[in-house]
């Protein structure tokens, strides 16, 4: 499932990673790149700033598309707090289902004070682990780049923000976040205590694999 759309060759190139455990590669792909011009959207607006964000990137998307020949098709679904709100869970499973049949999911925001004392499997964030769980996306790409013309801008000096071009990559089903078990207990000595495992497979540590997650 990808996770944003590639509306040009000229804009994406594989990225290639060596692991020193294996001679191949990794290959990162973008499965939404086709020849079709022709795309299927699920909206997640959420909640908070999320509806107001998602509407402004949906124009733009429109823009984008009437000026290279891409048509869009947009289905907006409930998630998060907009979601127990309307149906009374944070994924509902026509939610899940509409963004495995798209091209690409395009989320705003999860979460607020309102659903705050709500208990965990209703919190709005559960809904956003429950979809990284079921779409299996495996990682996120969180760019970081300075442009020249903001450079002034930034909080932090000059010398240390310019020239700043670095991509992190941020594992999102795998170690605490999905690991068992996990719950409350008690010690040896009698002492309430509280414990989650961190775990991966093999296949979520050695890069001789080929993973779609752009």
């Not at 707090?81 to 999860?110: C, F, M, N, R, Y």
């Not at 000059?158 to 999905?178: N, Q």
């Not at 497979?201 to 890069?207: G, K, N, T």
């Amino acid at each position: 499932m990808a996770a944003s759309l590639q509306f040009s060759a000229r804009f994406f190139k594989p990225q290639h990673f060596q692991s020193k455990h294996s001679a191949r590669p990794a290959v990162i792909r973008c499965s939404a790149t086709t020849t079709t011009k022709r795309y299927t959207i699920t909206l997640l607006p959420g909640d908070g700033i999320g509806p107001e964000v998602i509407a402004v990137a949906k124009n733009a998307l429109k823009l984008v598309g009437s000026l290279e020949g891409i048509e869009f098709e947009f289905k907006e679904m409930p998630v998060g707090g907009a979601a127990l709100d309307l149906t009374g869970v944070p994924l509902p499973e026509e939610t899940l289902s509409a963004a495995k049949q798209s091209d690409a999911v395009l989320l705003g925001a999860i979460g607020g004070y309102k659903w705050d004392n709500n208990e965990k499997h209703l919190k709005p964030e559960t809904g956003l682990l429950q979809l990284r769980e079921g779409l299996k996306v495996f990682a996120n790409l969180r760019p970081a780049s300075v442009l020249p013309q903001l450079v002034d801008a930034s909080t932090l000096k000059k010398e240390v923000a310019e020239g700043v071009d670095l991509m992190v990559v941020r594992e999102l089903t795998g170690g605490i976040y999905f690991g068992k078990p996990r719950g409350f207990s008690m010690s040896e000595n009698g002492e309430e205590i509280g414990f989650n495992t961190e775990v991966y497979a093999a296949y979520e540590v050695v890069s001789d694999t080929t993973y779609d997650f752009c």
